[in-house]
């Protein structure tokens, strides 16, 4: 008895191999705490990943190995180090609304200390996501320069219930000029992009302008990275800069 489908050739250049192989390269659980580390934009050392991945040194090598042979990671030596970061920003985004499309599951999400509990509420309250500001002061920005007519969303006929796209409007361009926030507009990566944040459910701001507005919020001091994790806390001076810029309230900073 044969299929309907038995002895029938695949269609020239079919991308479903590459596909796969693709996804069988993100599907081991070691590789997948490997990419999601390191969407905190970073170089890690190999070590370092191990022991975050709790694995052998011997056995973290094997799966870098892979992943940078896949292109997902790009790998330094320095002296007697290997350094691996995420490959560049698509890597991340790929990594980023793959983590966001998973269910949220109570048992899972369940911290087993006080420790854990604690890195938990930080990582939900404000945090990098790769180079980009996420969590709830990703959100709340994201939602000040929406009211304030400095970026705009609208949901497009091939996005339906996957999010909307997010544009900078005259007025925002402005006001990253005015504010000091250099946009890079030569670079292939679009200006503004929407990322489903894991923890608020909703889009924050990401592109080439989330990455601007991020680098200035920690050069100009108004979020501090705190932890090992990729948490970021609030400043006073975040916090006035913000109420005057955008009237965000202090409150839904913290």
């Known amino acids: ?22 996804a069988a390269l993100i599907a081991d659980e070691t590789r997948a705490t490997c990419l999601l580390a390191l969407l905190d934009g970073r170089a890690w050392t190999a070590g370092e990943l191990a022991r975050y991945a709790g694995v052998a040194a011997s056995t973290l090598s ?28 698509r890597v991340a985004q790929l990594i980023e609304d793959m983590a966001a499309q998973l269910p949220p ?18 990582m939900a309250r ?13 959100t709340t920005l994201t939602d000040a320069l929406t009211a304030h007519g400095l970026l705009t969303s609208e949901a497009t006929p091939e996005q ?33 992009r929407a990322c489903l944040d894991w923890t608020e459910r909703r889009p ?13 919020a920690l050069d100009a001091g108004w979020c501090v990275p705190i932890g090992s994790e990729r948490a970021v806390k609030i400043t006073t001076a975040g ?16």
């Not at 404000?126 to 990703?138: F, I, K, V």
């Open 126 to 138: 404000g945090r990098t996501c790769y180079d980009h500001l996420a969590g709830r002061l990703g």
């Open 105 to 122: 599951d109570a048992e899972a999400e369940r911290p087993r200390s006080l420790r854990e509990s604690s890195a938990g509420s930080a």
């Open 160 to 192: 339906a219930g996957a999010g909307s796209r997010f544009a900078l409007t005259d007025a925002g361009l402005s006001w990253f000029e005015a504010t000091g926030i250099v946009l890079d507009r030569k670079g292939r990566r679009p200006l503004a």
């Open 1 to 22: 008895m044969t299929t309907r489908n038995a002895g029938r050739a695949r269609p020239r250049g079919s991308q479903a191999p590459g596909l796969a192989a693709l």
């Open 239 to 254: 916090e006035r800069a913000l109420s005057e810029l955008l009237g965000i309230e202090a409150g839904a900073l913290r």
């Open 204 to 216: 924050h701001l990401a592109g080439a302008a989330g990455s601007a507005l991020c680098r200035h």
């Open 62 to 89: 094997e799966h870098l190995g892979k992943l940078v042979a896949g292109g997902l990671l790009a790998e330094e030596r320095q002296g007697r180090h290997r350094y691996v970061r995420l490959a560049d920003a």
